[in-house]
Nanobody, 125 residues
Framework: VQLQASGGGLVQAGGSLTLSCAAS????????MAWFRQAPGEGRKFVTV????????YYADSVKGRFTISRDSAKNTVYLRMNSLKAEDTAVYYC???????????????????WGQGTLVTVSS
């Protein structure tokens, strides 16, 4: 699976942005699809995932209620809608695909086989 993330940019605090992750090579419905992010000077952290098995979505506490992950099967694309953005959301955002489906597995980077190249989101305060 090849993943291509896009949609990052500069946005003011309180604003919104939608990231896209276009997949090729395999059907995204065969994988749990996630977003991770890496802020400057920090490690890569889990943001959200949609399990392929039951389409349930899981979110990190820091983004719950503000971010929404969705999947368009016809376009083989996964989206991350980000509302009420804060300065601390500034990071490079990565999409990833995993053959696992349980939440306990899906928050761990090592459970993901495929990664996109990342897209930078900068939130100005």
């Amino acid at each position: 699976v090849q993943l291509q993330a896009s949609g990052g940019g500069l946005v003011q605090a309180g604003g919104s942005l939608t990231l896209s992750c276009a997949a090729s090579g395999r059907d995204v419905n065969l994988y749990s699809m996630a977003w991770f992010r890496q802020a400057p000077g920090e490690g890569r952290k889990f943001v959200t995932v949609k399990s392929y098995r039951d389409s349930r979505s899981y979110y990190a506490d820091s983004v719950k209620g503000r971010f929404t992950i969705s999947r368009d099967s016809a376009k083989n694309t996964v989206y991350l809608r980000m509302n009420s953005l804060k300065a601390e959301d500034t990071a490079v955002y990565y999409c990833a695909a995993s053959p696992y489906y349980s939440y306990s597995d899906l928050t761990s980077m090592i459970k993901y086989d495929f990664w996109g190249q990342g897209t930078l989101v900068t939130v100005s305060s």
